[in-house]
């Protein structure tokens, strides 16, 4: 079972198609035991750090995801989802995070349009589970003005120009985490949830 974790700030529908369209059986939900009996875990997520991380706090979710991740489950974030797993954002200075990788949440450069919308490439920087097969300076779908910067780059695996150069997917252990949609982002987009299926049941299985 692949769990979406509920907490209020997430684009939950077309994620749970995305992993549908493979056959996967997916449960949304806001309860810890759903995330503590998954094969994997999903974070999606829009909106601001501050109230994101207060929708996990109030639901009482992030002692079950730092569980959940301490018992090797694979981890999945998307967009926000990825800003939550940090300590702290300059968006909300006075809001930790789930801490889970070490560094800050930076906002992108004020001379440019934000949020950085639309289709941008993503360059593969180390090789990574979750981008196998995918075209290694594919385009895929951003809507952010805050981005991921982890104190250890060797976390970085994928990296987006916008003004800056920044790291655009982190894989950690048994957590991945992108900042762009690929549930917005046509068939390589795809490719990444099955990827992530693989990830947690092994190629050639079923969901």
């Known amino acids: 079972m692949i769990t979406?974790?509920?907490?209020?700030?997430?684009?939950?529908f077309s994620v749970r198609k995305a992993l549908e369209y493979f056959g996967a059986n997916v449960v949304v939900s806001d309860a810890s035991t759903?995330?503590?009996k998954a094969k994997g875990l999903v974070l999606?997520?829009?909106?601001?750090f501050g109230w994101g991380m207060k929708l996990l706090e109030e639901k009482r979710l992030c002692e079950a995801?730092?569980?959940?991740?301490?018992?090797?489950?694979p981890l999945f974030g998307?967009?926000?989802?990825?800003?939550l797993l940090f300590e702290e954002s300059e968006e909300s200075p006075e809001v930790k995070g789930l801490g889970i990788i070490k560094g800050k949440v930076k906002k992108l450069p004020n001379?440019?349009?934000?949020?950085?919308?639309?289709?941008?490439?993503?360059k593969i920087v180390k090789d990574a589970p979750i981008f196998r097969e995918i075209n290694s300076e594919g385009f895929f779908y951003f809507v952010h003005s805050y981005y991921g910067e982890p104190i250890d780059e060797r976390v970085i695996c994928g990296e987006t120009e916008y003004?800056?150069?920044?790291?655009?997917?982190?894989?950690?252990?048994?957590?991945?985490?992108?900042?762009?949609?690929?549930e917005k982002s046509s068939k390589e987009g795809l490719k990444i949830y099955k990827n992530f299926l693989?990830?947690?049941?092994?190629?050639?299985?079923?969901?």
């Open 163 to 182: 003004g800056i150069i920044f790291p655009s997917a982190i894989w950690q252990d048994n957590v991945f985490a992108v900042q762009f949609h690929p």
């Open 78 to 83: 998307v967009c926000l989802g990825l800003q």
């Open 4 to 12: 979406i974790i509920d907490y209020g700030a997430g684009n939950l």
């Open 65 to 73: 995801i730092k569980e959940a991740i301490d018992k090797g489950i």
């Open 44 to 48: 999606p997520g829009v909106g601001a």
């Open 111 to 122: 001379n440019l349009p934000l949020p950085h919308i639309g289709w941008n490439q993503v």
């Open 198 to 207: 693989d990830i947690v049941y092994g190629d050639n299985t079923s969901y």
């Open 34 to 36: 759903d995330i503590l």
